[in-house]
């Protein structure tokens, strides 16, 4: 694959302590993705910020500014990963859709396309910029604006089930699944308005385990023992 857009869950990020950084975990994503960045493949990122806040859980502060908080959260989600990048010999650059300072870059399609063409990784952080929308909507936004060819979605999870495998044990998960049966059986992939971003965009996903053994590599070549999100 010449590009691809890698979702990385938060929560998946912070390993066995749920919140904040396990530094080993995000090492290891970023000595994969030096692999296939040396390879060749251009990389934009998006973080989850579930290690830090997850806004639909306060029902007391305004949702709008619950949103914001979360944005914040994949700031700085996406200023840590990108340094531990850094350390480990790649170029980065963090965008986000509102000004950020010194610490980031206003998101443009044409911004991101320079910073691939100088082999950097591109970081895409502090979401679509308006609330309402999840970090779901932001990976298949930007992934469809910058013409990925698919989607890697690394979760805690290692890949689609029919029912939520850690409250059954009986769960199927599904080897590949189509966009439309997603949506009608609301199995929990991306959220609605990502999946029917997907749908009519006609871009594809691949659902891993961020934890197994080169799971990103292996998603990147379309070796994975997760599930794949057909669209056609």
């Known amino acids: ?33 030096k692999v296939l960045v040396d390879e060749g493949v251009e990389i934009g990122v998006v973080i989850g910020g579930g290690n830090f806040w997850r806004g639909r859980s306060s029902e007391t502060i305004d949702r ?9 959260a994949t700031v700085m989600n996406c200023i840590y990963v990108s340094e531990i990048f850094r350390s ?3 170029k980065t650059e963090i965008f986000t859709p509102f000004a950020c300072g010194a610490m980031t870059k ?23 910029g308006h609330p309402y929308f999840s970090t779901d909507t932001t990976t298949v936004l930007r992934a469809i604006e910058i013409e990925a060819e698919t989607i890697l979605l690394a979760k805690a999870v290692d890949g689609v089930y029919d029912s939520d495998p850690k409250t059954n ?50 998603a990147a070549k379309g070796e994975i023992d997760g599930t794949k999100v057909l669209v056609d």
């Open 1 to 33: 694959m010449k590009r691809v857009l890698l979702k990385l869950s938060g929560e998946a990020l912070a390993g066995a302590k749920h919140t904040g950084f396990d530094e080993p975990t995000v090492t290891e994503v970023a000595k994969q993705v």
């Open 64 to 72: 709008t500014k619950a949103d914001q908080i979360g944005m914040l």
């Open 88 to 90: 480990v010999g790649m």
């Open 106 to 128: 206003l998101f443009s399609k044409d911004e991101a396309n320079a910073c691939f063409a100088e082999k950097k990784v591109a970081f895409f952080a502090g979401g679509t």
């Open 169 to 218: 044990p009986n769960a199927k998960k599904y080897d590949s699944v189509h966009i439309q049966e997603v949506i009608d059986q609301k199995l929990a992939v991306v959220d609605l308005t990502a999946s029917i971003l997907c749908m009519e965009n006609k871009m594809p996903m691949m659902v891993f385990g961020l934890n197994e053994e080169n799971s990103i590599i292996r």
